[in-house]
C-alpha cells in the first residue's frame, strides 16, 4: 500500500527553465493539497485540488505556478521561468475526503533547486 | 483561523517523557487541534487530534483543557528516532475550512543520549 508518492524527489533548474513536480495521491484519495516549505520556516499552502478539478488555489502565487489533477495520472505543479526564490522543497499530501479529521498524508516532497 | 504559540527548541534524554505546549488563545467553537511530525528531507506526519479532554494512540497523547486556550503533546519515553519537528495546528476540519493546514515554525525536539 503505497503512500504519496511525489518525483522527482531532487530536481536543478537553471532560472527561466520549467520545474514541474508530479504527486501521486494514496490509493482510494481524490483530494490532493500542495503545500511549499521554504528553508527553517513551516509549510504554507498553495492550492487544493480533486480529480479534474481546483477548489481553492488561494496560496499560489497570481504568476508562474499552475495546478491540475486530471482524470487520470498525478497531480502536477508547475513553475515557469523559475527563479532564485522558488528554491524550496514542495509537499503534496492526499486525503480520502474534505475536511482532516485523520491527518493528510504528506509525500517526501521534491526539493527544488534554482540555480 | 486560530494563530499558534509553541516553544521553538526543546531538549530532553531517552526514556523521559516530554511535553510540548501550544498555546492557542483564539480556537474557535469548531477548531480541532492536530499535531504532527517532521523528520529532515521528510513530509509531516499525522500523530494526533483531538477536540478537548484527553486523547491518546499509540504513539502520543494530547491533553486539553477545558477552556481549550492550550493543549500538550505528550511523548512518553523518547527515544534518539523521536528527534524532529513538532507541529501545532488548529482549524476547522469538518466544514472544510481544515482544506489549509497552518503550519507555524513548529518546535524543535532534540533527544540525546
Known amino acids: 500500500n503505497a503512500g504519496v508518492m511525489q518525483n522527482p524527489r531532487h530536481l536543478v533548474r537553471r532560472r527561466g527553465q520549467e520545474a514541474r513536480l508530479r504527486c501521486s495521491p494514496m490509493k482510494g484519495h481524490s483530494h490532493v493539497y500542495w503545500y511549499r516549505q521554504l528553508p527553517e520556516e513551516g509549510l504554507k499552502f498553495m492550492v487544493y485540488?480533486?480529480?479534474?478539478?481546483?477548489?481553492?488555489e488561494s496560496g499560489m502565487p497570481k504568476e508562474r505556478f499552475s495546478a491540475e489533477f486530471p482524470k487520470e495520472g498525478p497531480s502536477i505543479l508547475r513553475i515557469q521561468q523559475v527563479v532564485r526564490g522558488d528554491s524550496a522543497a514542495y509537499f503534496c499530501?492526499?486525503?480520502?475526503?474534505?475536511?482532516?479529521?485523520?491527518?493528510?498524508?504528506f509525500g517526501s516532497g521534491t526539493r527544488l533547486t534554482v540555480v | 483561523l486560530a494563530k499558534t504559540t509553541q516553544p521553538i527548541s526543546m531538549d530532553s534524554y531517552e526514556g523521559q517523557e516530554v511535553n510540548i505546549t501550544c498555546s492557542h488563545n483564539?480556537?474557535?467553537?469548531?477548531?480541532?487541534i492536530t499535531w504532527y511530525q517532521q523528520f529532515p528531507s521528510q513530509g509531516p506526519r499525522f500523530i494526533i487530534q483531538g477536540y478537548k479532554t484527553k486523547v491518546t494512540n499509540e504513539v502520543a497523547s494530547l491533553f486539553i483543557p477545558a477552556d481549550r486556550k492550550s493543549s500538550t503533546l505528550s511523548l512518553p519515553r523518547v527515544s534518539l528516532s523521536d528527534t524532529a519537528v513538532y507541529y501545532c495546528?488548529?482549524?476547522?476540519?469538518?466544514?472544510?475550512?481544515?482544506?489549509?493546514?497552518?503550519f507555524g515554525t513548529g518546535t524543535q525536539l532534540k533527544v540525546e543520549l
Open positions: 499530501a492526499s486525503s480520502p475526503r474534505q475536511g482532516t479529521y485523520y491527518g493528510y498524508t
Open positions: 495546528l488548529v482549524g476547522d476540519i469538518l466544514t472544510g475550512g481544515g482544506n489549509k493546514l497552518t
Open positions: 483564539n480556537i474557535a467553537t469548531n477548531d480541532y
Open positions: 485540488l480533486q480529480k479534474e478539478n481546483i477548489i481553492d
